[in-house]
Each structure stands twice: as structure tokens, then as C-alpha cells.
């Protein structure tokens, strides 16, 4: 059966999926479809295992006795939960329909067991909006103020690159399909480039790797385009045609040589000159840009300064030039997305926005929210400052429904937990945010046990709230369609190619801004934006330190990030055997010249800890860490740390300069020996 892979990765892979007599047997890639191309990345090439895990959830459970981990839970029946549910949902939601939030992020990307007939119950009901900000919203607020919109090159074109830059970004283990490309690129001659603190597993593979301060990616971006003015490695006639602000954004690069670079970056001023020199005499030459990099206070702006480079040396003028970080712009001009959320179901209300990325302070500070409806996430473990989360989350008076697929974290701390399908037992629509195609996902099997798709869960619960709009009758296979029709029902992709092949090219230009034609007002490459003026913010880039720079002489000298592990996706998968036997156990990596002075050998539990919280796990002393900073894999469950912990704990909830970011990798901490 055709379908395909739901999860946060900017693959979105065409599925294969092996049915014998009603079970699914094997998930494969699709050979059929260009991008995956046959291929699977390690994690969902064993999703047979999550189907069928056997601490998969079945039935719904209501809590009985306190919340949190240990937590005992009564099977009960589906009406008998959705009538209780509804009973306690009712008199909130009729006293002040704004203190029921929904909490979801990307567990699933799917346009309909996403936020299709789960945004049409919370539009309905007038509940409070959640400001969906945990992953990416700096980096995409920033391509929206320079380039007009999440769009960039696309992601194939990349094996006929001669440099790549691959910035922020570990793509073998979360971007498996660039990787193929850039490797294939390398064979043919192609230099890469990764910029990142950790010495990654894509670094032991590029020609070089220049391992950077966290938060310092501005600064290195303006050094390099100084050495562009200097140089006189600019392609005037682009910046004349088809930019904006150029003379502003000229004055600020040349405030920043390479030795003021090297100095705030942590780097040797001749490795950022070669660094230009190269960027300068090749061509092409494309950026591959991600998303941890922008997870600082000051990640906006420097996705802004890193997006000029290409406009600087014409990049732009060649399919296998410029940069990447989203494609989700072009996917978006095949999207119905009012259609299919029915954002009119709200009418004149206008209910406050609640940032998921200071869950933690929402749910402690003034109690306003009384009930929650969590799914796709896990934000007891993901959600930053994770110690005030489950103060917030364990509280008796928030009325908690979790929909999942497992006993997770935050799982523990609902009042009720129902039991959603996965992506073999359901319909679904994809777009991606890497390549530039639609996917249709089919039901392979039927779901297990009593399990629904949140489509029709929240169906039911509309029903048990009263909610008689047509719209809460449509099925899956509807929504599908809707996603991708005009507002007259017309698809704006072919909809009987998609149920035929599983999957739809869309009509992306190879070079799409070799001549302008950006998605901003002017149709320009924006350097300075009027938006952010009248907003009074700078209208130019700029390079902003992080809120915790570490002090060599204070209380945490040490910076600390917290990347995925290359055998998980977020929280996702952590309880899956064979993925979890591969990571082994929660580590810390840290530096030779960090462990050594601490009396730190590698296996020996250590203790990390700053004013908001402690965490224990063992340590790695590798020189995958760079002197200064610490390496926390995640994300692992809390129920798997030493003390029911996990990175999290140490996080902030201070927000990043544009998006209202969390700033995940914006952390100082101190390490010891446990």
C-alpha cells in the first residue's frame, strides 16, 4: 500500500508498506518516487516495531489516584470517555471558552491528523490559539522577512553543487536524502563544508568543518561577506537588480572583519578567509541551512544574514545555487489551509495566543488555562524548562486529554489518554519542507485494538460538545481533498495521480530567483525590511549574543546544546527497542580539556546543573565536543534518565528574537562528577 512518512524531517519519504493477511509486515521506501528513491532512513525502516510494540496503547485509560509517573489507569469504554470528557470540558468552556488550549506540534506532519478536524473543534469552540513556535518559527519568520517565504532551491539540484555549506546541520541522521545528493556531489568533485559546534557524523565526512561557538552563525556570515566586499567577489548586477538595501547591508559586513569574527566565534580568522575565498571563486555554490542553529536568542537574525550570502555572488543564477532551509512556501501555494481548518468556524472572536514555547509559565503562572488537549507532542519532555512544565502539567485542578500512541511523559499526567492510530492506519495528505512534492497516505491495515485517527476522535468529541456543523461529518479521504482544492472544490493537484502513485511534482522553477521573483512586496532579496521598521525593530540583520554566555570564571563556564540523537526524532522512537539498544543510554559529551580538569572519564555519571535544574546521565569525553561546550543527546523520556530527568530540565524559556522561538541551545551549565 502507497503511503507516506509523517514524521518531522524535511524527507517526507514515500512509503511502501508489505501487508499479509491484515498485518503489516515491512515498510519500505518507495522506488517509484525520485526523492526517496527506494531509501529509508534507520528509524522509520523499523516502524513496523512502533505498530506493533507491544506497550502500545489500545484502549482509553482514565486516571485513577495521582498524577505523573506510576500513575494507575482504568480501561474504559469509548462512550464512556468521551461522556465524561465532554461533561468536564462543558461548563469550562461555557464559563470562558479560553481556558481550553490545545498543545500539538509536528508528531505527526500530516495535514489532516495534524491540525485539520482538530483545528475545526478548538476554532468552533473559541478556545485559546497556541502559538506553534518549539521548532522552527525563527528561522521562518526570517525567510518571510527576507526572501517573502519559506522557499529556496530545490533540494535535488544540490547534486550538481561544486561547494555546499552545510550549516547547522547533522544530515545524516536527520536529512538522509540531501545527504545522498551532497554525497554525490562530493564524488563528482564538490567541496562540503559543515558549520556546527559538534563534530558531527556529517563532519566526518566533509572536506572541512568549522566548529563555532553556539549562537555566533551572524557573526561568521558578515565575516564571510566582508571578505566578498573586499575581494570584490560580488555579483553587482544581482545586487543591483534584484536586492534591496544593499548599501546598508554593506556598511554593517564591513564592520566585521574576519579577526572580529574569529574572536566571537571561537575560530582562526584564516579559516574564515578560506572559508570566503572558496564561497567566492566557485560555482555553484549552495547553502544547506537547518533549523538548530536558529534555536539561540539571537537565531532570527542570523538566518537572515547567512540567506543574503547567495544573493551577494549571484548564487541565485544557477538550479544548483543558493540555499535551503524550507520549501514549505511553494507546498503551501498547493494548500487550502482555511478550507480545511475552517478558521471561519472562529467568526469575530479573536482568543488570546498561548506560546508552546513557555508552556511552562502558561500553565504556573496565573492558572488561566483549565483544560488541555495534547496531541502530537510530548511536552513534558520536550518542552524547554521541563522541571516548571510538569509543575504545570501536575497540577489537579487542569483537566489534561492526551491522544497518543504510548504511555509517554506527558501521557502520565492526563486525566485521560485515547489511543490514536499511527500512519499504517490511516488517511493523511503530506507536503514537505525539503522537497517540493504533495504525498497521499492510504491505510495499509485496519487500526489495532480500539484505536482511532485524531480526525475522528475529535469528531466524536465535537459531537459529545454539541457541535453540529456539517464539517464535523466529513471523513478522511474529504479532508484529503479539501487540503488540496480551491474554495469552489477544484484540486489544485491531481488527485487521481495521487491515489494512483501516491505522490505529485509541483511546478517549482529549477532556479527559482535566477531573475528576482521572490515572494516579498518588492519581489526583491530583501536585505533591510520595511516590516520590521514599522515594528521598530533594526531593519537590518545583525549578530545578537546568546542570553547565557558562558563566564570561564562564573558559575556555568560551559555552553551546552541538545541535539536528536541520530536514532531518534525528537522524543519519538525512544521506546522503540532496536532504535534505543543503538543510542545505549542518555549521554553527555564533553572535551578532553573540560573532562580532564573535572575528573571526567568516559561512562562515569555526571551530574549537569544550572539555576533552573540538575540532570544526570553518563559522560562521553569525546572531540565531537568542542572545548566549551557540552553535548547533551536527546531527547530521551524522563522515565529513562538516572533521576527521572532529562536535558530539558536545564533548558530556558526565553524566546529567540523573531518567531518567539524556543532557545533550546542558548544554555550555560556546569558539569561535575556525580
Known amino acids: 500500500m502507497l503511503g507516506a512518512c509523517p514524521h518531522d524531517c524535511p524527507d517526507t519519504c514515500s512509503l511502501l508498506t508489505t501487508v499479509e493477511e491484515g498485518v503489516a509486515t515491512a515498510v519500505r521506501g518507495n522506488p517509484d518516487h525520485p526523492l526517496t528513491d527506494g531509501v529509508l532512513c534507520t528509524k522509520v ?132 536524502h540531501f545527504w545522498r545528493y551532497a554525497q554525490q556531489a562530493k564524488r563528482a568533485g564538490a567541496k562540503l ?101 536558529q534555536r539561540v536568542r539571537g537565531g532570527g537574525n542570523a538566518v537572515r544574514a547567512i540567506a543574503c550570502l547567495p544573493a551577494l555572488v549571484g548564487a541565485w543564477r544557477h538550479p544548483a545555487g543558493g540555499l535551503l532551509l524550507s520549501n514549505s512556501a511553494w507546498a503551501g501555494q498547493a494548500l487550502n489551509t482555511a478550507r480545511l481548518q475552517r478558521v471561519d468556524l472562529l467568526g469575530d472572536r479573536r482568543p488570546p495566543i498561548v506560546n508552546m514555547s513557555a508552556i511552562g509559565d502558561a500553565l504556573t503562572q496565573d492558572r488561566a488555562i483549565e483544560a488541555l488537549i495534547v496531541y502530537n507532542s510530548n511536552p513534558v519532555a520536550v518542552a524547554p524548562h521541563s522541571a516548571r512544565v510538569v509543575e504545570g502539567f501536575a497540577r489537579e485542578d487542569l483537566f489534561t486529554v492526551v491522544l497518543e500512541q504510548f504511555q509517554t511523559d506527558t501521557a502520565d499526567y492526563a486525566d485521560y489518554v485515547l489511543p490514536a492510530t499511527t500512519q499504517l492506519e490511516h488517511w493523511d495528505l503530506h507536503t514537505s519542507y525539503g522537497h517540493t512534492d504533495v504525498l497521499l497516505n492510504r491505510p495499509a491495515i485496519a487500526p489495532r485494538g480500539q484505536c482511532l485517527p485524531n480526525s475522528e476522535i475529535f469528531r466524536r468529541l465535537a459531537r459529545a460538545m454539541g457541535l453540529s456543523d456539517p464539517c464535523f461529518s466529513e471523513d478522511d479521504e474529504t479532508l484529503c481533498r479539501q487540503a488540496v482544492s480551491d474554495d469552489q472544490g477544484r484540486c489544485r493537484v491531481d488527485f487521481d495521480v495521487l491515489l494512483a502513485q501516491g505522490f505529485v511534482h509541483l511546478p517549482v522553477a529549477l532556479a527559482p530567483f535566477e531573475k528576482g521573483g521572490f515572494l516579498t512586496p518588492s519581489g526583491k532579496c530583501e536585505f533591510t525590511s520595511a516590516r520590521l521598521a514599522e515594528q521598530g525593530q533594526d531593519p537590518l540583520p545583525d549578530y545578537i549574543p546568546n542570553y547565557e554566555v558562558p563566564d570561564p570564571a562564573g558559575p556555568y563556564p560551559l555552553a551546552m546544546i541538545s541535539p536528536p540523537a541520530r536514532n531518534y526524532l525528537n522524543s519519538t522512537f525512544v521506546n522503540v527497542k532496536s532504535l534505543r539498544d543503538m543510542e545505549g543510554e542518555p549521554l553527555l559529551e564533553i572535551h578532553p580539556d573540560d573532562a580532564s580538569p573535572r575528573g571526567i572519564q568516559t561512562g562515569a555519571v555526571v551530574t549537569i546543573f544550572n539555576a533552573r535544574g540538575r540532570y544526570q546521565c553518563k559522560a562521553r569525553v569525546s572531540t565531537r565536543a568542542r572545548p566549551g561546550v557540552v553535548v547533551g543527546l536527546g531527547i530521551w523520556w524522563r522515565k529513562n534518565g538516572l533521576g527521572g530527568t532529562n536535558v530539558n530540565e536545564l533548558t530556558h524559556q526565553h524566546l529567540t528574537d523573531l518567531g518567539r522561538a524556543a532557545a533550546f541551545y542558548d544554555c550555560a551549565v556546569q558539569v561535575e562528577a556525580a
Open 193 to 293: 563544508v559543515c558549520i556546527d559546534p559538534r563534530r558531527t557524523e556529517t563532519a566526518d565526512h566533509c572536506h572541512v568543518h568549522l566548529a563555532l561557538r553556539p549562537g555566533t552563525d551572524a557573526a561568521l556570515a558578515f565575516a564571510l561577506m566582508h571578505e566578498l566586499i573586499v575581494h570584490d567577489a560580488l555579483d553587482h548586477d544581482y545586487l543591483e537588480r534584484y536586492t534591496l538595501g544593499w548599501p546598508e547591508l554593506r556598511a554593517r559586513a564591513l564592520q566585521w572583519t574576519p579577526e572580529r569574527a574569529a574572536q566571537v566565534c571561537g575560530l582562526q580568522a584564516q579559516a574564515i578567509r578560506a572559508l570566503a575565498q572558496d564561497y567566492a571563486q566557485t560555482r555553484p555554490a549552495a547553502i544547506r541551512l537547518n533549523y538548530g542553529m
Open 45 to 176: 525502516s523499523r516502524y513496523t516495531e512502533r505498530v506493533y510494540h507491544p506497550e502500545r496503547l489500545l484502549e482509553p485509560k482514565r486516571r485513577v489516584g495521582p498524577k505523573g509517573p506510576g500513575a494507575t489507569w482504568q480501561t474504559v469504554s469509548w462512550e464512556e470517555a468521551l461522556r465524561d470528557i465532554a461533561a468536564r470540558l462543558q461548563p469550562i468552556v461555557e464559563r470562558n471558552p479560553h481556558a481550553l488550549l490545545p498543545y500539538s506540534y509536528a508528531g505527526t506532519m500530516g495535514q489532516v491528523q495534524g491540525e485539520g478536524m482538530a483545528a475545526r473543534f478548538f476554532h468552533a469552540l473559541g478556545a485559546s490559539r497556541l502559538d506553534r513556535t518549539i521548532c522552527a518559527s525563527a528561522g521562518s519568520e526570517a525567510l518571510t522577512h527576507i526572501y517573502g517565504g519559506k522557499a529556496g532551491m530545490r533540494m535535488e539540484q544540490f547534486a550538481h553543487s561544486r561547494l555546499i555549506l552545510i550549516w547547522g546541520s547533522n544530515s545524516v541522521g536527520s536529512n538522509l
